[in-house]
C-alpha cells in the first residue's frame, strides 16, 4: 500500500487485495470513527478513518507499506467494545484443553476479570491449566497489579504494548512489570523483536544481543521468541543463539541482580 491509497477494512469475508480485507473483530465499524488512525501489523502501516458503514472501514493509507495475512489490527486511543473472550476464542480454548495444551496465554486483557470467563470454561471442560496475561494495552498497566494477582502470569507483548503505548514508555513498563511479578511471585515472559533481524540475517544486532541479556538481568523467567521462528529464514540458529545469550548471562551476570 501506497500514501494516499484508499484501504478498505470489512467485516464480510472477502478475499484481501490491496484495497480491501476483511477484519474478525465484528465491532471495528462501530468503535472507531473519522479521524482516527489504525495501526497494522505492529505499526508497520498507518491508516487513517475517513468513513464507516455498517459492515466496512474506508481509510486513507498514511504510512504505507506490505501487508499480508493474519496481521494485527490495533486501535490507538480507541476504547474498543469487545468482550475478553470472542466466541472463536471460546472454541479455541476448549480444543485446546482437549488436545492437552500447557498454558493459555490471553491477548489484551485490561483487567483482572478478564480471567474469570476463562476459569468458567475449564471447569466446564475439567481440566484447568495455567493462564498468562499477555499485557499489551494502556488499560492493561494501569491495572497491572491486580492483574499479575489474578492471572498465573504475565507476558510482555512489546509489539503491541508498543503501538499502544509511545514507545519510549515500553522499557519502563518491562522492568516495571518484571519487578512485580518477581515480587509477587509469578512467572513473567518478556517477548516480541527479541531478536528480530534475524529473521533474515544469520547474527543478531549487538543491541539485541543486549536486550535479551537485560531481560535475563532484570529477573525475567523466560525470553520468547516469534517470528524469528515463525516465518525466519535461521529459525534453528535464531533458537540455539538465544539460548547462548540467555546461558552466558545466568553463568556471568545474575550476581549484578539486587534482590
Known sequence: M??????????????????????T???????????????IDDGKVRVRVVDADDTTVTTEVVVGGPVSNNKGINLPGVAV????????????????????????????????KDVQRVHVIMAEEGRHIPVIAKIEKPQAVDNLEEIVDAFDG???????????????????????AVELARRMAKPVIVATQM???????????????????NAVLDGADAVMLSGETSVGEYPVT?????????????????????I
Not at 473483530?25 to 479521524?35: A, E, N, R, S
Not at 507476558?155 to 519510549?168: K, N, S, T
Not at 531478536?195 to 541479556?213: C, G, K, N
Open 154 to 176: 504475565i507476558m510482555v507483548a512489546r509489539g503491541d504494548l508498543g503501538v499502544e503505548l509511545p514507545l519510549e514508555a515500553v522499557p519502563i513498563v518491562q522492568k516495571r
Open 238 to 258: 535464531v533458537v540455539e543463539t538465544m539460548a547462548r545469550i540467555v546461558a552466558s548471562t545466568e553463568e556471568h551476570g545474575l550476581s549484578l541482580i539486587h
Open 195 to 213: 531478536l528480530e533481524s534475524m529473521i533474515s540475517s544469520p547474527v543478531p544486532t549487538r543491541a539485541e544481543t543486549s536486550d535479551v541479556a
Open 25 to 39: 473483530f465484528k465491532g471495528l465499524p462501530q468503535d472507531v470513527k473519522p479521524g482516527d488512525f489504525l495501526l
Open 2 to 23: 501506497c500514501i494516499r491509497d484508499s484501504f478498505r477494512i470489512t467485516v464480510k469475508d472477502v478475499p484481501g487485495t490491496k484495497e480491501i480485507v476483511s477484519t
Open 81 to 112: 467494545n469487545v468482550p475478553a473472550l470472542s466466541e472463536k476464542d471460546e472454541a479455541d480454548l476448549r480444543w485446546a484443553l482437549r488436545i492437552g495444551a500447557d498454558l493459555i496465554a490471553l491477548s489484551f486483557v485490561r483487567s483482572a
